[in-house]
């Protein structure tokens, strides 16, 4: 079972950056394939970002070029960098995982964690 623990998230006046932080129990092949999904209220969950085991990355196109997903093997921590942040990324920010490839619109991931908020005002 892979746990997950997200950390990081606040309130950020619009282009600011925050580090979104999520600690993963496990450097397996069960955490093989990570991401970062947010949900706003009202809203369905949608994916950000994700990475796989050999350092590929994905992006969704509302946060490329503002948003880096990246892992610490040797803290088994996967980073959300948030930079250029804007009032419509305001949500909750979820750490997933899996150990197989799961396209970014696909929301059943295997593992996730409790959330984190982010709330960024205009």
């Known amino acids: 079972q892979v746990q997950l623990v997200e950390s990081g998230g606040g309130s950020v006046q619009a282009g600011g950056s925050l580090r979104l932080s999520c600690a993963v129990s496990e450097n397996t092949y069960r955490s093989a394939y990570m991401a970062w999904f947010r949900q706003a209220p009202g809203k369905e969950r949608e994916g950000v970002a994700a990475?796989?085991?050999?350092?590929?990355?994905r992006y969704a196109d509302s946060v490329k070029g503002r948003f880096t997903i990246s892992k610490d093997n040797a803290q088994n921590t996967l980073y959300l960098h948030m930079n250029t942040l804007k009032p419509e990324d305001t949500a909750m920010y979820y750490c997933a995982a899996d150990r197989y490839f799961r396209n970014l619109g696909d929301t059943n991931w295997r593992y996730w964690g409790q959330g984190t908020q982010v709330t960024v005002s205009s």
């Open positions: 990475r796989d085991s050999g350092g590929s990355t």
